[in-house]
């Protein structure tokens, strides 16, 4: 008897845990709410230094990342950034429709963002689906400092938790797809310049980000805010060689890029054409500089579906609060001033 004592005080703790997990998320519809309280209840019976929520968007090519650390010192996805699933292992859990853990990143490198994931001082990770209607359309993700710390008494419980939140996460992730319809722009998955034009001021920023469930850390007060006004250089003339179904995709790639270039990935907008908009709020005009530098490095490294450069001009506008139009004016100002500033040479090789 006294041999199975441990194990009857472990399953008491599963069954209080999950039916306590059920009761206090049934109701929620706020992803980060629901993370924190998953935090809140898998500790208690399996530790871990990264827990993530990855729901797939939309169009199923990019999963949003809601991510938390709990230890200081550990890097960690911004809440809202965007990863890209073709070739990661979120494909292979989408695909596979299971669970997928590996104990050991030094050694075994499975897909591209395991090295990433060590680098960060990461080395075991569970990746596990939420299904809705036999398919999965996210994924929850435990990781590890230490090798091999989680075991297969706490992969069969992150299973459990994961069938508990599936059911708030997917009804959380149609809200955020109803909101996001009349927001977004069909080409590139950015918001579009409807949504744009509902921010005119501190509050309506604050609302929209509230309205469509994203995260920001820059508190209640803005008291600045940066515009990054971005337009491909020569991309009337990309479109008259190679036509405009490539140019689409040329869109495409630098949307991805701005993605993954900018501070939290989420508020960025498709101003019309190939014109992008990006706002930072409280960033400093030393800030909204270096991250049109990184846009700039990272469109010419990375380059569209052709493997071709994406030259890009930016205008950066860091202000006060005014009307938004007075802002985004100004940084078109300064995008032509730079356009200007190029030689044509210059804009059309790289």
Known sequence: MMECEPELQYEIMRLRVLNSLLRTIKNSLDTTEILLTARDHISQIVSFDRLGLLIAEPKGKYCIVHELVTKTGLAFCPPGSIMEIAGTAIEWVFTE???QSNPD???????AEDVYLYNDKINSIVRVP???????????????IEKQHFT????AFLQEVADHLSASLYFARM????????HTDPLTGLFNRRALHEIHD?????????NLLLDYDFGETLHSLAVLLIDIDDFKGYN??????EGDKRLEALAKVLRYATPGHQLIFRF??????????????????????????????NGDHRGEPILVSIGVHNDIWHDMSHLLKQADTMMYANKRNRSDDEIKTV
Do not use: C, W, Y
Request: proline share 1%; glycine share 8%.
């Open 105 to 111: 990143l030094e050694h075994i490198r499975e897909f």
């Open 240 to 245: 008259d060689s190679f036509g405009h179904v």
């Open 130 to 144: 939420f299904f809705h209607g036999g398919t999965v359309f996210g994924i929850m993700t435990i990781k590890s």
């Open 175 to 182: 809200v955020m797809e109803l909101k996001l319809q009349s």
């Open 152 to 155: 297969v008494q706490d992969i």
């Open 272 to 301: 019309g054409g190939d014109e992008f908009v990006i706002l930072l709020p409280n960033a400093t005009e030393l800030e909204a500089h270096n991250v049109a530098a990184h846009i700039r490095q990272a469109a010419v490294k």
């Open 202 to 210: 501190e509050k309506s920023l604050l609302d929209f980000m509230d």
């Open 97 to 99: 429709l299971q669970a």
